[in-house]
C-alpha cells in the first residue's frame, strides 16, 4: 500500500511539454497533469515513494535538461517533495477541470459536479493512481478516433483495451455504445481505477471486464475475437504485441493504436503490415500520432 508519493513538478518551455509527458510515462509517474503560465509550462506527476530512490529523481531530472539541450530549449526547472497519499489526491485534483473532448464527450472529474445543458455524453473521472485524465494528447487522439469508430447505429461493437490505465477509453466505448469492454493494464492501480470508474458511469460486469494483465490475458480469456482493440502504450511496447494482436481479431476488426511519437509511426507501421494489418488513417497531435489501423 503506498503512503506517500514524490510529486515531481517541471518549469520549462512549451515545446518541451510533450517530451516531459513522456520521460515521465516512461519512468512510470501517475496522474501527470500541466498548466500554462505566461512564458512556460508547469508539469508535475507523482512518484510512488517506495518504488522510487532519490537518485531515479535526479536521473530523472536530468534526462528532461539534456532532453532540453538537444532541443535547444530553455534549461528547465525540476523541483521534487515528498507528500501524503492524503495530499497527493488531493493536489493534482486541484489542477484538473472539466473538458470537452472531440464533438461529443466531456469528461468530467467525479468530485465535480455533471455539467448542465450539455448535450455531450458525459464520462465521470476520477483516475486517482492512474494514467488516463484526458488531458494527454494520446487519450484525446484515441477517443476522437472511437467517436468515428462507435456510435448507436453499430450497438453490438465489442473492444479490447489494453494498457486501460483510468479505464478511459474503454467508458467512452461504453457511453458511445459499444455492448462490451474488456480491459486490461500490468499495473494494479489502474485495473482498480478502471473498475472504480466504470462503476462511477453505472458500467459493470459483464459490460465491462477488467483484468491485470496484458494481450496475453486476453487471449486466454476472451471467448470470441473483439471488433475493436484500442491500445495507447508506448511504440516500443505496440511493436511487440502487434505479432499477436490478430489472435483477438476478426477480417473485419479495426484498431485505434497510440502514444507513439511521430518519428516512430513508421516503425509501427511497418511492423503493422508486416503482421497483416494496414494503417487507414494517421492523426497527429503535437508530437504524438494516432494510427487507425484495419485488416489488410
Ligand atoms: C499511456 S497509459 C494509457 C491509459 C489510457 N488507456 C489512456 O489512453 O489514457 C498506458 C497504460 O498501459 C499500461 N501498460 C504498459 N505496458 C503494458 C503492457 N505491455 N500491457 C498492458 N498494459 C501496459 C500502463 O500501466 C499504463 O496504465
Known amino acids: 500500500m503506498v503512503n506517500s508519493w514524490w510529486e515531481v513538478q517541471v518549469l520549462c518551455d512549451p515545446a518541451l511539454e510533450d517530451t516531459v509527458f513522456w520521460r515521465f510515462e516512461t519512468f512510470g509517474g501517475h ?13 508535475q506527476a507523482y512518484f510512488p515513494q517506495d518504488e522510487f530512490e532519490l537518485l531515479d529523481l535526479a ?46 464527450l466531456i469528461i468530467n472529474p467525479a468530485w465535480m459536479d455533471k455539467p448542465e445543458g450539455s448535450d455531450r ?9 492512474a ?12 477517443l476522437e478516433s472511437l467517436e468515428m469508430r462507435v456510435d448507436s447505429d453499430t450497438p453490438d461493437v465489442t473492444v479490447a483495451d489494453i494498457g486501460c490505465g483510468s479505464g478511459i477509453l474503454s467508458i467512452a466505448a461504453l457511453l458511445l455504445g459499444a455492448k462490451h469492454a474488456y480491459a486490461v493494464d500490468l ?13 462511477l458511469n453505472g458500467f459493470t460486469a459483464p459490460q465491462i471486464e477488467v483484468q491485470q494483465g496484458s ?8 471467448e470470441k475475437p473483439v471488433d475493436g482493440i484500442l491500445c495507447n502504450i508506448l511504440a516500443e ?23 507513439i511519437l511521430l518519428e516512430q509511426s513508421k516503425l509501427v507501421a511497418d511492423t503493422l503490415e508486416q503482421h497483416g494489418w494496414v494503417v487507414a488513417t494517421l492523426w497527429r497531435r503535437k508530437e504524438w500520432c494516432c494510427l487507425n489501423i484495419r485488416r489488410s
Open 187 to 199: 499495473d494494479a492501480l489502474a485495473v482498480r481505477a478502471t473498475q472504480e470508474n466504470a462503476a
Open 237 to 259: 511496447v505496440i511493436v511487440d504485441l502487434i505479432p499477436q494482436l490478430s489472435e483477438i481479431a476478426h477480417p473485419q476488426s479495426w484498431g485505434i493504436l497510440s502514444g
Open 121 to 129: 455524453l458525459i464520462l465521470q473521472l476520477d483516475p486517482g493512481a
Open 59 to 104: 536521473a530523472l531530472a536530468l534526462r528532461i535538461k539534456q532532453d532540453a539541450i538537444c532541443s535547444q530549449l530553455a534549461i528547465p526547472q525540476t523541483t521534487w517533495r515528498l507528500i501524503d497519499e492524503e495530499d497527493w489526491s488531493k493536489s493534482w485534483k486541484d489542477h484538473w477541470s472539466p473538458q470537452e473532448i472531440g464533438d461529443r
Open 131 to 142: 494514467f488516463g485524465t484526458g488531458t494527454h494528447p494520446t487519450t484525446q487522439l484515441c
Open 31 to 43: 496522474g501527470t497533469a500541466s498548466q500554462r503560465r505566461t512564458h512556460f509550462r508547469q508539469i
Open 215 to 222: 494481450l496475453d490475458t486476453l487471449m486466454k480469456t476472451l
